[in-house]
């Protein structure tokens, strides 16, 4: 299953681990999907983009209310790769 699929799927605590661990064999494999390579831009960029969780998920068709904590952590791990 690639990536950003993983993490949508993403609906329990064994779940985010899992896509944790594929995450991080991902970014081990090959950090060209990465522009925040270092830990203080990655958890700036996570930061940045839970504070706008909510127009993600508009845009999605869907209500930051509804999405599972796990999922919602799934997604700003794979969201702060690449958020600026």
Do not use: C, K
Request: charged share 20%; hydrophobic share 50%.
């Amino acid at each position: 299953m690639e990536l950003a699929e993983q993490a949508r799927a993403v609906s329990s605590h064994a779940e985010l681990v899992a896509f944790i661990t594929a995450l991080v064999a991902d970014q081990q494999r090959d950090d060209t999907g990465f522009m925040n390579v270092d830990l203080g831009s990655f958890l700036e960029a996570m930061g940045g983009w839970l504070a706008d969780a909510d127009g993600f998920y508009q845009n999605q068709g869907e209500q930051l209310a509804q999405q599972s904590p796990w999922r919602l952590m799934a997604d700003a791990l794979m969201a702060a790769r690449t958020y600026e």
